[in-house]
């Protein structure tokens, strides 16, 4: 079915298993927010909680991630009154649907995912099977809310084509036109913000050195200091793209400053063509302290109110549930189930 039968819808979602980075912030957070103000979409953001205990996640510490990241999507500037916010776990339809997805997805389909592979490392045989059926789940994710629209960073590609795929056989062999399907939006300068140290590799909040990355509670002398010791080669910034080939950490630095300035690499470029690193660094880390200092902030004000944090939460879900409840019913009905 043409996805102009459903309404404009946006889903994503972030785990709450570690701090945030600056590729959640650039790849996601800052995305969310426009595509919230742009007002074309329904927008619903969810901090995936059952995913995060696809490993091992101390209870304690995993709900005091769950909360700090509400606070840094608020802080980045999802308003919870214009959008949906809420953790997954407490709109138990997303699970009850990657059930219906378990038996859908193919074992040759789930065997592809590079995810689980990067993330089972060597131990395969010890890896949770939820580790391995988690595709499923981020399909239910999104389909639940028959949304049209997902944007992720680049290293959710693959997911969301499995998601199409699930969407497409389950409407085939059940003779419908039900499940969406769901476009993914990988747009603008930073879908993939790589290590401070080392170009070759993402930015991720399981790198074990903290100088690869910038969290979102760095202070702004921390951030300046990144970016000031971040990797880099001798020569000076060229003024054309091409000129970035082979260059991987002067690419991801000019990159972070597109995606901060709201500019294309080309723009940024030039501007800034022919400085030397050590005149650029410091543009840069002027720019990102200026946007990252404010939301680290409201971070640590919101996190003072742990009532509140769960509170927009538990009101989140209940906004989610008016529009999952159908769905899953609707589900279960074209399934077979009896109710
Ligand atoms: P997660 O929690 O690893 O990351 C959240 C979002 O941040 C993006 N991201 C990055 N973008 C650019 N550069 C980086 N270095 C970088 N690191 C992370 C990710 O692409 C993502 O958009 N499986 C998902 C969570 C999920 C989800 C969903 C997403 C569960 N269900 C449904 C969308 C829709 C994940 O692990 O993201």
């Known amino acids: 079915m043409a996805n102009t039968a459903f309404?404009?819808?946006?889903f994503s979602g972030i785990q709450p298993s570690g701090g945030l980075t600056l590729g959640n912030y650039l790849g996601a957070l800052k995305r969310?927010?426009?595509?919230?103000?742009?007002?074309?979409?329904?927008?619903?953001?969810?901090?995936?909680?059952?995913?995060?205990?696809t490993v091992w996640q101390d209870p304690a510490d995993l709900k005091r991630k769950t909360r700090e990241l509400c606070a840094g999507f608020?802080?980045?500037?999802?308003?919870?009154?214009?959008?949906i916010l809420f953790n997954q776990s407490q709109v138990p339809e997303h699970a009850q649907l990657a059930w219906i997805f378990n038996t859908v997805a193919r074992m040759g389909w789930m065997n592809r995912m590079t995810q689980f592979k990067d993330k089972a490392g060597k131990n395969r045989e010890n890896a949770s099977l939820g580790l391995f059926a988690y595709p499923s789940l981020m399909a239910a994710d999104i389909l639940i809310y028959h949304a049209t629209h997902v944007p992720v960073g680049e290293d959710q590609k693959?997911?969301?084509?499995?998601t199409r795929d699930i969407a497409a056989k389950f409407n085939h062999d059940y003779g419908v036109d039900f499940f969406p399907m769901t476009e993914p939006v990988i747009e603008g300068a930073a879908t993939r913000v790589m290590s401070l140290r080392d170009g070759s590799k993402k930015m991720s909040k399981s790198d074990p050195s903290d100088m690869s990355r910038i969290n979102l509670t760095d202070d702004a002398d921390a951030i300046a200091a990144k970016l000031r010791k971040a990797r880099t080669d001798p020569d000076a910034l060229p003024s054309e793209v091409d000129g970035l080939a082979e260059r991987p950490e002067?690419?991801?630095?000019?990159?972070?400053?597109?995606?901060?300035a709201?500019?294309?690499?080309?723009?940024?470029l030039a501007?800034?063509?022919?400085?030397?690193?050590?005149?650029?660094?410091p543009m840069l880390a002027e720019l990102a302290v200026a946007q990252l200092s404010p939301i680290s902030a409201e971070m640590s004000r919101l996190m003072q109110d742990q009532e509140e944090?769960?509170?927009?939460l538990r009101r989140g879900a209940e906004r989610a549930r008016e529009i999952t409840e159908p769905i899953l019913a609707k589900t279960y009905d074209i399934v077979g189930l009896v109710r």
């Open 7 to 10: 309404q404009p819808r946006v």
């Open 262 to 268: 709201d500019m294309t690499v080309e723009q940024v």
């Open 250 to 260: 002067a690419r991801n630095l000019v990159n972070i400053y597109a995606a901060f």
């Open 309 to 312: 944090i769960d509170k927009i």
């Open 271 to 281: 501007d800034v063509g022919g400085k030397q690193f050590s005149e650029f660094k």
């Open 158 to 162: 693959q997911h969301l084509e499995l």
């Open 32 to 53: 969310f927010a426009d595509m919230q103000n742009e007002g074309n979409f329904e927008t619903i953001y969810c901090m995936v909680d059952l995913h995060a205990i």
């Open 74 to 83: 608020i802080a980045s500037g999802v308003d919870p009154e214009k959008s």
